[in-house]
């Protein structure tokens, strides 16, 4: 147990995970780099304990000192106690939640291993929105899905957007990269068993509704970008295309808002 440490230089190098946080082309390059994430708030703080990852620091204002002590008590890493001005400054936005962590990443396991006694499956092409991945995570999370794999170019889960939108829910669920797109869909998803269906608004895809699930005791979920939409090879390696069926003359949904109403269709069956 170390004590907490006042800090009031921004420059101080102790400070150094906590810098621009809002560059984001800084941190997406910096972080996985440097095998660090930001955890903000004392709830996904909390989590990202609970879910094994090692923490480096903590960063809090003088009011979340009381309120995480048994963190500070318990886990042997460096506490900075700061204002709020310095906070800002460091960070580069008000901190409005007041307690921030820096913690280490794990090694990422492998799809195979994620994918083993796993039946229900995500498997994002190209979401790039950190937000959005934040979102689909924890409806992932909430409504019963097993895994997610991610293709080469889908955002960072563990970006502090995408860590705080979904609640910490990425600690949650296990994730993998598939490293060769689309070649994986083929050679790990469809190999392991799964049925891959792809989400998509087209007229002629298989409504939600009218799957077979009892049939298909092991299917992955695939979704696209916002806009964009799933690519044409994404398309040809699924086994079934498939639509939530919309009224008012609504074409598509949110990739966040589409995920979670897919997963409820098919997580519980």
Not at 63 to 90: F, G, I, Q, S
Not at 185 to 206: I, S
Not at 211 to 232: D, M, N, Q
Request: net charge negative; aromatic share 6%; hydrophobic share 50%.
């Amino acid at each position: 147990m170390a004590e907490p440490v006042a800090v009031t230089d921004p420059d101080d190098p102790r400070l150094h995970d906590y810098t621009g946080l809002t560059d984001v082309e800084l941190r997406r390059r910096r972080e996985p780099a440097e095998g660090l994430f930001i955890a903000e708030g004392q709830k996904v703080v909390r989590r990202a304990l609970a879910a094994g990852y090692p923490m480096r620091s903590m960063l809090l204002t003088e009011k979340w000192v009381a309120a995480l002590r048994d963190v500070v008590d318990d886990v042997p890493a460096p506490v900075y106690v700061v204002d709020d001005d310095l906070a800002e400054r460091v960070t580069g936005y008000h901190v409005h939640r007041g307690a921030l962590a820096a913690m280490q990443r794990k090694p990422l396991p492998d799809a195979a291993g994620v994918l083993a006694g796993a039946r229900r499956v995500v498997v994002m092409e190209a979401v790039n929105d950190h937000t959005n991945i934040g979102a689909i995570f924890r409806s992932a999370a909430a409504l019963g899905m097993d895994a997610v794999l991610l293709s080469p170019d889908c955002a960072d889960p563990l970006y502090r957007r995408s860590v705080k939108v979904s609640m910490g829910a990425v600690f949650s669920v296990p994730y993998a990269r598939l490293d060769a797109w689309p070649r994986d869909l083929y050679g790990t998803v469809k190999q392991a068993g799964f049925r891959l269906l792809a989400l998509t608004p087209a007229a002629h895809a298989t409504a939600l509704p009218e799957l077979p699930l009892a049939e298909l005791p092991r299917l992955a979920l695939l979704l696209g970008a916002e806009g964009p939409g799933l690519s044409p090879k994404a398309l040809a390696a699924a086994d079934t295309l498939v639509r939530i069926p919309m009224s008012h003359a609504i074409d598509s949904l949110n990739v966040g808002a589409a995920a979670a109403v897919a997963f409820y269709a098919v997580a519980g069956a």
